[in-house]
Nanobody
Framework: EVQLVESGGGLVQAGGSLSLSCVAS????????IGWFRQVPGKEREGVSC???????YYVDSVKGRFTVSSENAKNTVYLQMNDVKPEDAGIYYC??????????????????WGQGTQVTVSS
């Protein structure tokens, strides 16, 4: 059974920091690219970041310079470090795995497995 489990969400004050984790099981972690997405209220699911097998990373402009994606393949874990969070960063964050392990863009249709999400709430 392929599973992706996000954790680390919660309430954070604007300007603060939060670290999200995505733990994968049931497949060889290094064979996949991992993307982070968020569901913003009233909007479509948005790609946030991606890290591929080569360690290449991508960030959407709105989070560039504030968020950092990293991986520990030995732990089957990908992290999203969120710094200087803004109210518009609130939403449900999902990690997803793509069998194209060189994929560098967080485009939802390209991802094959999804976690259940972890909610991030930002207080002003």
């Amino acid at each position: 059974e392929v599973q992706l489990v996000e954790s680390g969400g919660g309430l954070v004050q604007a300007g603060g920091s939060l670290s999200l984790s995505c733990v994968a099981s049931g497949f060889t972690f290094g064979d996949y690219a991992i993307g982070w997405f968020r569901q913003v209220p009233g909007k479509e699911r948005e790609g946030v970041s991606c890290i591929n097998k080569l360690g290449q990373t991508y960030y959407v402009d709105s989070v560039k310079g504030r968020f950092t994606v990293s991986s520990e393949n030995a732990k089957n874990t990908v992290y999203l470090q969120m710094n200087d969070v803004k109210p518009e960063d609130a939403g449900i964050y999902y990690c997803a795995a793509a069998t194209n392990n060189l994929l560098i863009y967080p485009i939802g249709d390209f991802y094959d497995y999804w976690g259940q999400g972890t909610q991030v709430t930002v207080s002003s």
